[in-house]
């Protein structure tokens, strides 16, 4: 049993955590998804330099090795900086969907360019209707000659308005939640027919609603065998999961560490607020949450290493257990800051609005508990 | 014991049907509703229309314009308003100042200033916490020092809730020296927001609008004639006043109404083969919520009972303030729960007139996450949850 990271892991995570702390304070991130594009180029230049960005991938993909450990290591440094570049929609996603389901030429074609940071995906999935539901698929791709026609609407795509390409799961058989009949096709961004309406997430990043409107797209474009794209698609949000639980736990440990840090200072009734014992024991349920938090990330990590990246059930484990920690932890944390909690102006408020918006994040707190209890029988 | 509704209440809350019915603005309506963002035109237009009727002033004495109404026709129209969706009353200057001014003003006071709160003609603002003041309100900072018939104010306000649209504000002010007992040191003063020496810069909420504001004031020359009740007396009328905050605090009949939205909306919202309110996890959070609203409900009846039999509100009131905010935040919560995928997209504006560019989400989806992180607030103002605990331990329990 070892619960520490490698040498490499070490200085990944000390590497990350230098630039959160010193080259990405809170100003700085305001100031980023302030900007029109909503995250900073320089940033994302920097992180292919550093290569952060290979951190997803395999070695024979050309990338760092693409450990769930390496991955969870790089998300909770982020998520302690609220790290608003779309690590997660081109590198996690949409990179992990290519290489994935990609074939040779398509791999060779598009990994190098993300890891170089040259090029900006987006995984189009969730649709109006869906939920969280990745079955749940009603834009259609009709097979004309060489090429798919495609119409339909996606919803809430992360990343959706920066990306210069997008991948998109579309049906190409059977009904609206039926398993069989998804495919994921790699649309131009810019290509006919494509809208895009791109705007601000509570949580500081970007995404947008997408329509596609007969969209023709080269069947070379098709990633993987058509009809049969799901269980891949699943593979990889399960991932992707994976590292937003990294990210709020990341979350969650900055907003107790202010919380406690605050109280210290906070004078009411001649003492520091942090002498009332009501307060002192509420941070301490809040420390035991993040460390729970912690430990299920583990778990779930460990056991998507050790079963060659599948962990359908510890993923949703973690997701569940995570998600009632991060309500908590950020309910608290602005209840004990008083006042000053629910203002745009402090950063706590905006810990609370991201680990708001993780809870709901590739399927709630309570649609993984469910999935995980099915998967009990499922599971050997 | 019992809860019906006498013959003479039936047709008074018939009345009160009809009255919102042909009277309530559709598009005040809508926005209460929907928990939208109100301009300070909206809730004048509402209050103006309210005065008109003669309804604008529950809770005062029929002498100064009040309704004189029951306690039971007060509950049948905070209810009937709530399901219609009439806007809140403003509370600071109809429930806040006033009653203070007609308890412990003098009559020049009475004349001068009540007929204006009761007509909506002037807005009033709350100045009482300070950045180092909150919780602890009685070590407020803020002087007003006597220069012959002035008081000479200096000091900053905060957390002051639309002080931005306010023509006057009425505040907790230090007149003793730091050798008196904190209780005994604080005044009561009304004050001319356009006095010069004030200034009001804005606080942003999480929700991304402009609520509250800091007031600063510097050298702010204030009549004597303004001081309500006696110097060293503010203490004691506030505390009243804060009693009279928490009555309506509970909030039942606007819970109600939102939790039965809610069920609606839940039974639209598709989830896998069926709805929402097919899905058995939500369906016993829903059910949840709606059992400790109907304990709460009850609290609140049998809190009224007694207040009707002359008793005054007492420390039990503080049941109402914890469980009335717990239980509307969770409703808050339900409802970005409900929204799912689109409780994400923030569109600044989106729901405000006039807006011209394409609206994000279905409904008010997109407006759910920003209500529910404005309203953690309620467990934060007019004496925190864990300060109502306190007093529970200290008042009720003798702890
Ligand atoms: C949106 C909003 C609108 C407001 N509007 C107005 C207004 O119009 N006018 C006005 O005057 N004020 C207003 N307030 C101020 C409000 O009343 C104060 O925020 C409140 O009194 C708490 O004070 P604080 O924010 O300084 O928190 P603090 O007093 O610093 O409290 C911080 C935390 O410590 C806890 N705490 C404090 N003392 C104790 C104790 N003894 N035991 C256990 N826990 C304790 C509190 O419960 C809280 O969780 C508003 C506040 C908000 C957020």
Redesign the pocket.
């Known amino acids: 049993m070892n619960f520490s990271y490698s040498e490499e892991q070490q200085m990944l995570q000390d590497s990350v955590s230098k630039f959160i702390q010193q080259d990405y304070d809170f100003d700085t991130r305001r100031k980023i998804t302030e900007s029109p594009r909503g995250f900073s180029e320089e940033n994302w230049n920097l992180f292919a330099e550093l290569g952060w960005l290979m951190v997803p991938f395999s070695e024979g993909d050309g990338g760092l090795g693409g450990s769930a450990t390496d991955l969870i290591v790089v998300m909770e440094e982020f998520g302690k900086g609220m790290l608003v570049e779309p690590f997660l929609a081109t590198a996690v996603l949409g990179g992990g969907l290519i290489a994935e389901c990609g074939n040779d030429s398509q791999k060779e074609e598009l990994l190098a360019f993300i890891m170089g940071g040259e090029l900006q995906l987006a995984f189009a999935f969730t649709e109006p209707e869906s939920r969280y539901e990745l079955n749940n698929v009603t834009v259609t791709a009709e097979r004309r000659g060489d090429e798919f026609i495609v119409n339909g609407a996606k919803s809430v795509v992360l990343n959706g308005e920066a990306a210069d390409k997008l991948l998109v799961a579309v049906r190409t058989s059977g009904e609206q939640r039926d398993r069989d009949g998804i495919s994921l096709l790699l649309i131009d961004a810019e290509a006919r027919g494509v809208r895009r309406r791109g705007y601000a997430t509570v949580d500081g990043q970007r995404a947008a609603e997408i329509s596609l409107d007969n969209v023709s797209v080269p069947a070379a474009c098709l990633l993987g065998e058509e009809g049969k794209a799901l269980p891949g698609i699943e593979k990889v949000i399960d991932r992707a999961t994976l590292a937003i639980c990294a990210e709020a736990v990341g979350a969650m440990a900055v907003t107790l560490a202010k919380t406690v840090e605050y109280?210290k200072t906070?004078?009411?009734?001649g003492v520091p607020?942090s002498k009332?014992?009501?307060?002192q024991h509420r941070m301490a349920d809040m420390f035991i949450e993040v460390e729970q938090g912690r430990s299920i990330l583990y778990m779930a990590a460990m056991q998507m290493d050790a079963n060659g990246g599948v962990a359908q059930r510890a993923v949703s484990a973690a997701k569940s257990r995570i998600g009632a920690a991060a309500r908590k932890v950020g309910q608290e944390a602005v209840?004990?800051?008083?006042?000053?909690?629910?203002?745009d102006e402090l950063d706590v408020g905006h810990f609370f609005k991201r680990l708001t918006t993780f809870q709901f994040q590739f399927g709630s707190t309570d649609m993984h508990k469910l999935r995980f209890l099915n998967g009990e029988s499922s599971a050997a | 014991m019992n809860i019906d509704l006498t013959e003479e209440e039936l047709s008074f809350r018939e009345e009160v049907r009809a009255f919102l019915k042909e009277k309530l603005p559709a598009d005040l309506s809508r926005k209460t509703l929907n928990g939208l963002h109100m301009e300070k035109e909206d809730y004048v237009r509402w209050q103006k229309i309210l005065h008109e009727q003669g309804w604008a002033a529950v809770n005062w004495p029929v002498e100064h314009g009040g309704t004189g109404w029951t306690p039971t026709q007060k509950y049948i129209w905070a209810n009937e308003c709530a399901v219609a969706g009439a806007p809140d009353v403003i509370p600071?200057g109809m429930k806040m100042v006033a009653p203070v001014i007609y308890t412990y003003g003098n009559e020049e006071q009475k004349q001068r200033f009540l007929p204006d709160i009761l007509a909506s003609n002037v807005w009033w603002?709350?100045?009482?916490?300070?950045?180092?003041?909150?919780?602890?309100?009685a070590s407020l900072k803020t002087s007003a020092v006597r220069d012959g018939d002035h008081y000479v104010v200096n000091g900053t306000?905060?957390?002051?809730?639309?002080?931005h649209y306010a023509d006057w504000i009425f505040c907790?002010v230090r007149t003793g020296g730091p050798d008196v007992k904190n209780q005994e040191a604080i005044s009561f003063l009304l004050i001319d927001m356009n006095d010069p020496g004030i200034s009001v810069s804005p606080?942003i909420?999480l929700d991304g609008h402009r609520?509250?504001n800091e007031v600063f004031f510097d050298n702010v020359r204030v009549p004597v004639e303004n001081r309500i009740g006696e110097e060293g007396k503010g203490w004691t009328y506030a505390k009243v006043l804060l009693t009279h905050e928490r009555t309506g605090i509970a909030r039942v009949a606007n819970s109600k109404q939102r939790l039965g939205q809610l069920k609606r909306l839940a039974a639209e919202t598709a989830d896998g083969a069926g709805s929402l309110l097919d899905n058995l996890a939500f369906a016993q959070k829903i059910v949840d919520v709606e059992l400790e609203l109907l304990a709460l409900e009850y609290t609140e009846l049998r809190a009224l009972a007694s207040v009707s039999t002359g008793k005054a509100p007492g420390p039990e009131s503080s049941i109402l303030k914890i469980k009335g905010t717990e239980v509307a935040q969770l409703i808050d919560e339900l409802f970005v729960e409900a929204a799912g995928n689109y409780s994400m997209p923030f569109v600044k504006d989106q729901f405000a007139p006039g807006f011209d560019g394409e609206p994000v989400g279905p409904g008010t989806a997109a407006n759910a996450a920003p209500r529910y992180f404005?309203n953690?607030?309620a467990?934060?103002?007019?004496?925190?949850?864990?300060?109502q605990?306190?007093i529970i331990c200290k008042a009720v329990l003798g702890l």
Do not use: M
């Not at chain 1, 009332?276 to 307060?279: D, G, K, W, Y």
């Not at chain 1, 004990?336 to 909690?341: L, N, P, Y």
């Not at chain 2, 306000?157 to 002080?163: C, F, R, S």
């Open positions: 109280t906070r004078k009411q009734f607020i009332f014992q009501a307060l209840q004990i800051h008083g006042g000053i909690g629910v203002t | 600071f603002c709350q100045g009482y916490s300070e950045p180092n003041a909150g919780s602890d309100l306000k905060t957390w002051t809730t639309l002080g907790l606080i909420t609520e509250v404005n953690r607030k467990s934060i103002y007019g004496g925190s949850n864990e300060i605990k306190n």
